[in-house]
């Protein structure tokens, strides 16, 4: 069993940069391939980006690219999303979530933390 922590959220003026981390607990994390997701109200959630178990491959969704950047730190057992020139649709909630063993830009993940709000005001 994962649990998963996000942190790092706020609030931010568009063009500024937040970011966000995603603390795991409780399995061997360098197993795990993890994924960022975001919702924000009155929509479905969706891909954000995704990080294989040793960083060897990462997937962005298109509205994120040159954007956001996912990395993973797993001596610290941490996966990170960097986020500048950040805009007002980018506010939402955003989710980490876990899975073994590769990465998919789909909803089809084991482990999901509780969310961080990231609100950015234009």
């Known amino acids: 069993q994962v649990q998963l922590v996000e942190s790092g959220g706020g609030l931010v003026q568009a063009g500024g940069s937040l970011r966000l981390s995603c603390a795991a607990s409780?399995?061997?994390?360098?197993?795990?391939?993890v994924g960022w997701f975001r919702q924000a109200p009155g929509k479905e959630r969706e891909f954000v980006a995704a990080?294989?178990?040793?960083?060897?491959?990462?997937n962005y969704a298109d509205s994120v690219k040159g954007r956001f950047t996912i990395s993973r730190d797993n001596a610290k057992n941490t996966v990170y999303l960097q986020m500048n020139s950040l805009k007002s649709e980018d506010t939402a909630v955003y989710y980490c979530?876990?899975?073994?063993?590769?990465?998919?830009?789909?909803?089809?993940?084991?482990?999901w933390g509780q969310g961080t709000q990231v609100t950015v005001s234009s």
């Open positions: 409780g399995g061997t994390f360098s197993r795990y391939s």
């Open positions: 990080i294989s178990k040793h960083s060897g491959s990462t």
């Open positions: 979530a876990a899975r073994r063993p590769v990465l998919t830009t789909t909803l089809e993940y084991d482990y």
